[in-house]
């Protein structure tokens, strides 16, 4: 593994925010959690969206806000969990996460800080903010599961 932990990027559009998630998604191992932090329209839905490219369509990715959790794609799969109206970790059990989890699938969650301490200890945290009209600073945190090399596989044109 690299020891190299993180890295901080700016998108510019919606258009790089997805692609920024194809790039992440062609480089997860089978099995990675990503957690997902940030404010309400910060860019998670249209990381996730890229990142479902490998998977589906990306027109049929939308946060699962209402359903809690979406699965795209054929095995090995892509869930994409959205925790925004679990009141805490206590919540997410009922979800089988733990099934989730151990699918051997990509598990995207928004939301993730509802999680607590549920998340796995090797995973992606990436934190989405505002940086001004349709641009977003992303840091992206590595905690075990990306290889050597990985910042540069990300770093966009």
Same mark, same amino acid.
């Given at each position: 593994m690299n ?5 901080? !990027? =700016?998108?510019? &559009?919606?258009? =790089?925010t =997805?692609?920024?998630g ?7 191992p ?6 997902l932090?940030?404010?309400?329209a910060?860019?998670?839905? *249209?990381l996730?969206?890229g990142?479902? !490219?490998? /998977?589906?369509? &990306?027109?049929s990715v /939308? &946060?699962?806000?209402?359903? #809690?959790v979406? =699965?795209?794609?054929p095995?090995?799969a #892509? ?15 009922d979800l089988g996460?733990?099934e989730i989890?151990?699918a051997?699938?990509? *598990?995207v969650?928004e939301w ?9 200890q /090797?995973?992606?945290?990436?934190h989405l903010e /505002?940086?001004g009209?349709?641009?977003?600073r ?6 075990g599961l ?7 596989? #990300?770093?966009?044109?």
């Amino acid at each position: 593994m690299n020891a190299t932990r993180t890295l901080e !990027l =700016e998108t510019r &559009s919606p258009a =790089e925010t =997805e692609a920024l998630g194809l790039a992440l998604a062609r480089i997860l191992p089978k099995g990675s959690v990503v957690a997902l932090y940030g404010d309400l329209a910060t860019g998670k839905t *249209c990381l996730v969206r890229g990142m479902a !490219l490998l /998977h589906t369509d &990306s027109r049929s990715v /939308h &946060s699962p806000t209402f359903t #809690l959790v979406n =699965e795209y794609g054929p095995g090995p799969a #892509l869930y994409h969990l959205d925790l925004y109206r679990l009141g805490g970790p206590e919540e997410l059990a009922d979800l089988g996460y733990e099934e989730i989890f151990d699918a051997g699938a990509v *598990c995207v969650i928004e939301w993730a800080e509802r999680a607590g301490a549920l998340l796995p200890q /090797h995973r992606i945290d990436i934190h989405l903010e /505002h940086a001004g009209g349709d641009r977003r600073r992303i840091r992206i945190d590595n905690a075990g599961l990306l290889e050597n090399g990985w910042p540069a596989r #990300l770093r966009l044109p």
